[in-house]
T-cell receptor
Framework: RKEVEQDPGPFNVPEGATVAFNCTYSNSASQSFFWYRQDCRKEPKLLMSVYSSGNEDGRFTAQLNRASQYISLLIRDSKLSDSATYLCVVNRARSGGGADGLTFGKGTHLIIQP | GAVVSQHPSWVICKSGTSVKIECRSLDFQATTMFWYRQFPKQSLMLMATSNEGSKATYEQGVEKDKFLINHASLTLSTLTVTSAHPEDSSFYIC???????????FGDGTRLSIL
């Protein structure tokens, strides 16, 4: 099982629609969770952190289910500028002071159509 | 927000050349910096983790003698690809974070093409 799995898409949705992305992770000891956005041939940019209680930032809502090891992102009233690849990112658990770092999903490609 | 600057943005050079990439945190002190690599249509893969003043910790399969990492200050880390070959051509991205469990902020990335 991959460490972080996402549906690669592409998701083609009309402008104004609501779209949801899902992600599962394999390491139950993972501690921090994020959604990043990556535009074509650009670096990833942090979209939002994901908290157990769920959190919202404008049109974006993120949810975390630790029991199911599942993360979601909901985008409401989608805009053309939302077209990008959305990366589900998990901060690997640290053990014995060893290396840590982010584990990225392959990303879900979103295309918003006018 | 936090800014991480990476330089150069792209490099084209001959096989056998060594290439140095710089990563700077401009408005915060980065206790930890990370180096990632992304091949086309693949996810970012962590290469190494670097803590200021310490030796870098490399991921399995990443040759530490080929990818030299230096993190001499809280605002600068460098990655040197030694004797680069065409298979090293990739998008190299650094990130930096201020503290444990803080989000990582990414540099613009460096596109490396080895001919």
């Amino acid at each position: 099982r991959k460490e972080v799995e996402q549906d690669p898409g592409p998701f083609n949705v009309p402008e104004g629609a609501t779209v949801a992305f899902n992600c599962t992770y394999s390491n139950s000891a993972s501690q921090s969770f994020f959604w990043y956005r990556q535009d074509c041939r650009k670096e990833p940019k942090l979209l939002m952190s994901v908290y157990s209680s769920g959190n919202e930032d404008g049109r974006f809502t993120a949810q975390l289910n630790r029991a199911s090891q599942y993360i979601s992102l909901l985008i409401r009233d989608s805009k053309l500028s939302d077209s990008a690849t959305y990366l589900c990112v998990v901060n690997r658990a640290r053990s014995g002071g060893g290396a840590d770092g982010l584990t990225f999903g392959k990303g879900t490609h979103l295309i918003i159509q006018p | 927000g936090a800014v991480v600057s990476q330089h150069p943005s792209w490099v084209i050079c001959k096989s056998g050349t060594s290439v140095k990439i710089e990563c700077r945190s401009l408005d915060f002190q980065a206790t930890t910096m990370f180096w990632y690599r992304q091949f086309p249509k693949q996810s970012l893969m962590l290469m190494a983790t670097s803590n200021e003043g310490s030796k870098a910790t490399y991921e399995q399969g990443v040759e530490k003698d080929k990818f030299l990492i230096n993190h001499a200050s809280l605002t600068l880390s460098t990655l040197t690809v030694t004797s680069a070959h065409p298979e090293d051509s990739s998008f190299y991205i650094c990130s930096a974070r201020e503290g444990v469990d803080q989000p990582q902020h990414f540099g613009d990335g460096t596109r490396l093409s080895i001919l």
